[in-house]
């Protein structure tokens, strides 16, 4: 007789995912509401490329998409973070206080903020509703964020905290709110790429250069 399988359980379908392509040739491509491809279940999705934007004047080297699925961001190495709507791929604004290429964006899903991190070193964040400037995040007796490029930041789901991840080989913890650093942790013998939190806020992990990834609870 044949050995019974078990019955595997029937998983929910996933959210409506939304892609965009990031390309070293500085174009976004950006598949827009369809059909097929809007808010409709996950098997009718056709996958098709049905805008590409030309973004920025050099390499693209992050994108990130707001909660409400209305926003994206992005960040070039032509030293500028720019936000689009992502149902047109018009661009809304564009932010130029840089003095170098941007590396890493993040958007806070509880307030209108977005966090940016880049070669210079700095974290700098912006309120994207009112175009502003809030503040950039300056480490103890310095004038930057890190001692080397930051390449990666996360924002914790309650919108609280931030980590940042740089070629300095440290992740440094921040109060979102008031910039403050509450700590820096060393580890790492290699430049710090990535970053990331868990959904409940009490874990964040790092990926580095040298091979390995911590994390910290």
Not at 95 to 120: C, H, M, W
Request: aromatic share 10%.
């Amino acid at each position: 007789m044949s050995p019974v399988l078990p019955t595997l359980p029937t998983l929910p379908t996933p959210p409506h995912p939304l892609l965009l392509f990031s390309k070293r040739d500085n174009e976004l491509t950006l598949p827009p509401p369809t059909e097929t491809s809007d808010l409709q279940p996950h098997s009718k999705l056709t996958w098709k490329c049905r805008k590409v934007i030309k973004a920025h004047t050099t390499s693209i080297n992050a994108v990130v998409i707001s909660a409400d699925n209305q926003t994206f961001a992005t960040t070039s190495s032509d030293s500028s973070v720019s936000l689009w709507n992502i149902k047109t791929g018009k661009r809304l604004y564009t932010f130029f206080r840089y003095s170098q290429e941007v590396q890493t964006v993040a958007l806070n899903t509880k307030t209108p903020i977005l966090v940016s991190g880049d070669f210079e070193g700095k974290i700098t964040t912006y309120n994207i509703d009112t175009k502003k400037h809030c503040q950039t995040f300056f480490a103890s007796n310095s004038p930057i964020s890190h001692k080397d490029s930051v390449f990666a930041v996360a924002i914790s789901k309650d919108g609280k905290n931030l980590v940042s991840g740089s070629a300095d080989k440290t992740i440094r913890l921040w109060e979102l709110e008031t910039g403050k650093l509450k700590r820096t942790f060393d580890g790492h013998t290699d430049k710090v790429w990535a970053v990331a939190w868990s959904q409940d806020g009490k874990t964040f992990a790092s990926g580095s250069a040298d091979k390995t990834i911590r994390s910290y609870f």
